[in-house]
């Protein structure tokens, strides 16, 4: 809100610079987001002076004037002075600056010899004396005294602070709330602007032409309302100085009527509406919640569809308006107005904030209202506004008030200790202090008392004012000390820090180990939005589970659905750091992604990567390409970090799987059971139609964070034999699709049934894959290396050889592998 | 004898010499001194000498021998060396660079996180975690936020509808909506209801808020909060975290101050500053970085501590805000962008 310094004043001497006030209300709790400064600073030795002659320079390229300038005899009578500007016309009279004067900028006057003469001075522009620029100098109407010191005659300066008030403090809404911080904070007496005609309305008859009653309906709503009536007004414009404080603060001067209500929400945060007497329906009012389909056409010029949660003020047959928020066309005040009804009510916080936000229609008034205005302040300013009114448009207060409802009960008082305080801020300001806190900031120690331990300090019986509903606990007069002290003055300590007490997250410390292990791949870690357009995520998700993953509210609709994978961002980067030229080809991502499992979304730990042919990137020296085994390769040490040994883990089909290239990827796992992966070739068509070049290798792993959880179990040493291994080489020929896992399992079982107890098959790998000339059409060749070891003795040919023709036969009669000879 | 010796140690001179593979020496060097080789035939001739003559004789071949056996040398010698240089190839050009890929680069988001986390961890600050997907218990209700207060509403907080179904986010309340949680502090409910105090954690990660993309905002970003509940925890312990916070990250000469503030969770709240001067970018003495308080003892009773036995400060700020910081970013969607020209300038 905007405070002006000015208005401040009214309330409270201060005599501070603009930048202690501004520090003073940050340190008090308020952010400051500007300070404006209006009108002329305070200017010494500057003075009214008359142009007495002016005579022109002779011999100059420019316009030069010897003038001779009265300025009085207080400030040395006539003196003769330079100047530049066109306007210095004997007669005007006009700011000069004596000798000595220092102007905006830091710019000294000095007496000083210019284009030959002696000049004793300056007269002055508006923009030398820090007014907006004008041409030429300053010409000053009235006739003002010569002499006068400059800031008697300018219309005075302001300084209006915007100021960012907390939603707890609603009570520093207004002028007069700031005031009293300012007040507490400089140790400065608040006083509150006087009352002339409070209750004044004995002599004059009820108008129940104009108003014959008031009814609410819904007490719940409107715990109190007031009108007063005020006949025989006139409506104009209102008083300079009033204008002038809006207007400071933002506010377009309307009329006095108006202005009034304005000012006085300004000046103590309680908002007031006026209506023209006479155009009230049957001069009723009546506070009651809208009919369902009742309309309403406010101020600004727009019609309004209500519902009956909303509550407006009506006459006797519509509204006329929207309670606590905006007023109608049909009621408010205009230039032939004489009779008014001047509305002072406390309305539900919760009524006006849900009715303001279902019309997205918010005002000054509702934005008080909602945050909500001291229940005992409404008379007060009422009577404040009447004065105003009165003073400003005349008329005469008749009749008597009428008041639904009363005062919200209010009485309330919190015990706090000096030992309490002290214990929460960890360091010592005297009890004086506190209390001194307290009385400043209008919170009256009612009762002081010792403590049961003398050392410990008083105890206070505070009692909390109206304004101040925030204040409930011991631990909110904490604060209220610790803003009063300074929090710039909470002292320096070394930091409390007793032994570790938890471990790290699983997921942290999973999402660091897989971030670390791809970095160190030469992967470029990427960030990417959870949110995602609809058409990515279709693109990943089976068509079903799309629409579960949208937002109710999504903001855009390039962000309205939660990401069921990484890849779509991964691509996202690879797409833009290709359009813009700069060669990429390892990202990965961590993050979150949202899968179905047992017909609800579950909230997962994934990780992924794409590994892009570089199709750009020239190099001298051409290196492999990334193929699916890198990708396979690069998943298995992820699956490892969460536990998951991926190498005994079998292989399914991408068929049908959305994003993946069908016969050159694969997947693993199951979400179901709590993780799912995939590795391999992105769809080619997926790729094209984002406008990706060169194929792309990737590889997902998504695991939900219990599963993360569990205690992994120390590794046990294994003994390893020392004798020699016995290499054998074999060959089969299989169908082209038959997977290379199928054979290598088969041969195993059957190589450790000929071996026997005799030694050990330490390993069967595969070393070579071959199709083509020499095989049978829809054939192909596997070579295994089988690796034979005991523990206890170096083995013979003989026995080795044994075992390999055995398992050669076993193989050939049980899966009809022949051995490629 | 001595004429034969001479002939052969002079074929020997020009043969040996002439070699340049190994099969070629092994060839060679079994016709002087194998089974079958010359030198071998002369010295079985050896027998058949007069008594008198053999020492002479055989002097002559051992004397022959040896410098057979020179050449043998030098010949293997030669061929070994260039066995090996055949190995080396061309000689490399030092300067051309390397083709491989890399290095990698961690991207700076995380390379701040995890260095704040790192100076949070000495005085033992551990790293826990929580859903994205939350409810409106555990993001408002238990941190004191009112029904109807504006940060609730659909249009500052992304819901899913009523029908949404999340299986490992539990609801605490039936009837809540789920939510895309809106700062990290729904973590520090969900571990003080799964705990016991002491509590000591630090929990980064990522928050949503419905806002426009600009310079400074984004639909989600990253959040890095403290909490600590103990007893006797003072405002004064919380200022010296701060302090020692920021003066690790940035330098002993940091200071940070406190400006009184409201949160609803925190009692009393404050907005911290920190001196900003040694900052790339920042043209102002102070520099706000986060918000902090001491835990609100409405919060303790919503999690089942007792306010009056326990108490505790929380301290929260935004990582994209504080790497801007560090790093003189000036537009926070650099973050989410991933061009490799941004990633590449931090690791």
Not at chain 1, 22 to 43: D, M, N, Q, Y
Not at chain 1, 566 to 587: H, P
Not at chain 2, 209 to 237: M, P
Request: net charge negative; proline share 6%; glycine share 8%.
């Amino acid at each position: 809100m905007k405070i002006s310094l000015n208005w401040l004043r009214d309330y409270v001497a201060l005599d501070a610079s603009n930048d202690e006030i501004s520090r003073a209300i940050t340190f008090l709790g308020f952010e400051v987001e500007g300070v404006h400064s209006t009108g002329a600073p305070k200017l010494d030795n500057v003075v009214v002076g008359e142009i007495l002659t002016r005579t022109k320079v002779p011999n100059l390229k420019k316009e030069i004037s010897l003038c001779t300038v009265d300025v009085g005899p207080a400030a040395g009578g006539v003196r003769s002075i330079i100047c530049g500007a066109p306007n210095c016309d004997p007669g005007h009279r006009v700011p000069v600056a004596l000798p000595g004067a220092v102007l905006p900028g830091g710019f000294t006057i000095t007496q000083a010899k210019k284009y030959g003469h002696e000049s004793q001075g300056m007269l002055c522009g508006p923009d030398e004396i820090g007014l907006p620029a004008g041409d030429g100098l300053l010409v000053l109407s009235g006739q003002p005294a010569l002499g006068t010191p400059i800031n008697q005659v300018l219309p005075p300066g302001d300084t209006v602070f915007d100021i960012e008030i907390t939603p707890n403090r609603p009570d520093c809404q207004s002028h007069l709330g700031i005031a009293r911080e300012l007040a507490a904070w400089f140790k400065l007496p608040l006083n509150y602007p006087q009352e002339k005609f409070r209750g004044d309305t004995s002599g004059s008859p009820a108008r129940p032409d104009l108003l014959s009653g008031v009814r609410v309906d819904t007490s719940e709503d409107c715990p109190l309302y007031s009108a007063f009536v005020v006949t025989g007004v006139k409506v104009g414009p209102s008083p300079d100085w009033m204008q002038r404080r809006l207007s400071a603060v933002g506010l377009r001067p309307i009329n006095n009527i108006v202005d009034v209500g304005n000012y006085v929400m300004l000046e103590t945060g309680q908002p007031m509406h006026a209506f023209d007497a006479k155009k009230l329906g049957g001069a009723q009012i009546v506070v009651r919640r809208a009919a369902a389909g009742e309309k309403i056409k406010t101020l600004d010029g727009k019609e309004r569809a209500l519902t009956d949660r909303m509550l407006v003020i009506a006459d006797a047959a519509r509204p006329v308006v929207i309670a606590g928020i905006m007023g109608g066309e049909n009621s408010g005040v205009s230039a032939d107005t004489t009779d008014l009804v001047l509305e002072c009510a406390i309305f539900n916080k919760h009524s006006i904030r849900r009715t303001s936000r279902e019309l997205a229609l918010s005002s000054d008034s509702s934005y008080r209202y909602e945050r909500g205005v001291d229940p005992h302040a409404a008379h007060e300013a009422a009577w404040r506004a009447l004065d105003l009114i009165v003073e400003t448009a005349g008329g005469q207060i008749v009749g008597p008030v009428f008041r639904i409802g009363g005062d919200v009960p209010w009485q309330r008082e919190v015990v706090v200790t000096h030992d309490y305080i002290t214990e929460k801020l960890g360091f010592d300001i005297p009890a004086a202090e506190m209390r001194a806190a307290f009385e400043s900031l209008e919170l009256t120690v009612t009762r002081e008392e010792p403590t049961t331990h003398p050392a410990r300090g008083p105890a206070w019986t505070v009692s909390i004012p109206s304004w101040r509903d925030d204040l409930d606990r011991p631990i909110d007069l904490v604060e209220e000390v610790l803003r009063l002290h300074g929090t710039e003055k909470i002292p320096a300590a070394v930091v409390r820090a007793p032994g570790l007490v938890g471990d790290d997250d699983r997921v942290a410390l999973f999402n660091r180990r897989v971030t670390d292990y791809l970095v160190g791949h030469d992967f470029h870690e990427c960030v990417n939005y959870t949110l995602r357009p609809a058409k990515e995520v279709a693109a990943w998700a089976p068509p079903a589970a799309v629409e579960t993953l949208a937002l109710a509210n999504p903001f855009t609709e390039d962000q309205s659905h939660l990401r069921p994978t990484l890849l779509g961002g991964l691509l996202e980067s690879l797409k833009l750091n290709q359009s813009r030229g700069v060669a990429a080809s390892r990202l990965c991502e961590t993050g979150r992604v949202f899968l179905e499992r047992g017909g609800q979304k579950v909230e997962c730990v994934a990780v992924a990567f794409v590994i892009a042919e570089a199709t750009g990137d020239r190099k001298w020296l051409k290196r492999d390409g990334a193929d699916f085994y890198s990708a396979k390769h690069h998943l298995a040490a992820i699956a490892s970090s969460a536990g998951v040994d991926f190498a005994r883990q079998p292989l399914a089909s991408t068929e049908g799987v959305p994003g993946w290239q069908a016969g050159h990827s694969a997947g693993a796992g199951n979400i179901e059971h709590g993780w799912c992966a995939q590795i391999g070739l992105l769809n080619l068509a997926l790729l094209k139609s984002l406008g990706i070049e060169g194929r792309v290798q990737a590889g997902c792993f998504v695991i939900v964070p219990e599963k993360l959880s569990a205690e992994s179990t120390r590794r046990r040493f294994a003994e390893f034999s020392l004798f020699p291994a016995a290499l054998r080489d074999l060959a089969l020929v299989v169908d082209q699709s038959t997977v290379a896992a199928e054979v290598q399992k088969a041969l195993v079982k059957i190589a450790r049934a000929a071996a026997g107890n005799a030694f050990a098959v330490e390993s069967v790998a595969v070393f070579d894959v071959y199709r083509g000339a020499g095989l049978p059409e829809g054939k192909k060749s596997l070579a295994f290396s089988l690796v034979f070891r005991s523990a206890e003795r170096t083995l013979t040919d003989e026995e080795v050889n044994a075992a390999l023709h055995k398992v050669q036969a076993e193989i050939a009669t049980t899966h009809g592998w022949p051995v490629r000879k | 004898m001595h004429d034969q010796l001479s002939a052969l140690l002079a074929k020997a001179a020009v043969e040996f010499p002439a070699l340049t593979a190994r099969p070629e020496f092994e060839a060679a060097k079994a016709r002087y001194v194998g089974p079958h080789g010359e030198l071998t035939a002369l010295m079985k001739q050896m027998g058949a000498l007069p008594k008198e003559q053999k020492p002479i004789v055989g002097k002559l071949i051992n004397e022959a021998k040896g410098q057979l056996q020179a050449h043998i040398d030098a010949a293997l010698s030669r061929i070994a060396d260039a066995e090996l240089a055949a190995q080396l190839g061309p000689a490399v050009d030092p300067t051309l660079p390397s083709p491989d890929l890399g290095p990698g680069t961690h991207h700076p988001l995380t390379l701040v996180r995890e260095e704040m986390c790192r100076i949070l961890r000495k005085v033992g600050f551990t790293i826990a975690d929580g859903p994205e997907v939350e409810t409106e218990y555990y993001c408002f209700d238990a941190l004191n936020t009112p029904s109807d207060h504006p940060a609730r509403d659909e249009k500052d907080t992304f819901y899913f509808p009523a029908s949404a179904r999340f299986g490992n986010v539990s609801k605490k309340i039936p009837d809540e909506k789920y939510l895309l949680r809106t700062h990290t502090s729904s973590v520090q409910i969900r571990t003080m209801l799964k705990g016991e105090p002491p509590i000591r954690i630090v929990s980064p990660g990522r928050v949503y808020r419905r806002d426009t993309t600009d310079a400074t905002h984004s639909a989600n970003f990253h959040q890095l909060e403290c909490l600590y509940v103990d007893k006797n925890v003072t405002v004064r312990d919380l200022k010296a975290l701060l302090d020692y916070i920021f003066a690790s990250l940035l330098g002993k000469e940091t200071k940070t101050r406190f400006r009184p503030h409201y949160f609803g969770y925190t009692e009393p709240s404050f907005e911290v500053d920190l001196t900003a001067t040694h900052l790339p970018k920042v043209k102002k003495p102070w520099i706000e970085i986060g918000g902090c308080g001491m835990v609100d003892p409405t919060v303790f009773e919503a999690v089942g501590y007792d306010p009056e036995v326990w108490t505790g400060y929380a301290f929260g700020m935004g990582l994209e805000r504080l790497a801007m910081l560090l790093y003189g970013i000036d537009d926070i969607r650099y973050f989410y962008q991933n061009d490799l020209r941004f990633l590449k300038q931090f690791a």
